[in-house]
């Protein structure tokens, strides 16, 4: 079994930046996409940013500029650097990831969320 447990959201002023991680543990054989999802309130869970096995990255266009992904795949792990942080971000933040427990045996996983509040 595999889990993603994400850290290090809280409550910031507008302007300011939190990074967000997300750890993976269990059984892994390797992981292929992390991506970061955002829900606000009332809102549909949206993609914020994502980063595949190569290191290759997209950011969304509401994040892009402010919004950075990495990851370590020694230690199973993505981060959400987020920088200029304005009240519209303030939502909780999920972390998914295409896990592979074996070569040819894998699938998709949801980490519990962290709430990030930006306030104005």
């Known amino acids: 079994q595999v889990q993603l447990v994400e850290s290090g959201g809280g409550l910031v002023q507008a302007g300011g930046s939190l990074r967000l991680s997300c750890a993976a543990s269990?059984?892994?054989?390797?992981?292929?996409?992390m991506v970061w999802y955002r829900q606000a309130p009332g809102k549909q869970r949206e993609l914020v940013a994502r980063i595949i096995s190569d290191g290759s990255t997209s950011v969304a266009n509401s994040a892009k500029g402010r919004f950075a992904i990495s990851r370590d795949n020694a230690k199973n792990t993505v981060y959400l650097q987020m920088n200029s942080l304005k009240p519209e971000d303030t939502a909780v933040y999920y972390c998914?990831?295409?896990?592979?427990?074996?070569?040819?045996?894998?699938?998709?996983?949801w980490g519990q969320g962290t709430q990030v509040t930006v306030s104005s």
């Open positions: 998914n990831a295409d896990v592979m427990i074996t070569a040819d045996r894998g699938y998709n996983v």
């Open positions: 269990g059984n892994i054989f390797s992981i292929n996409a």
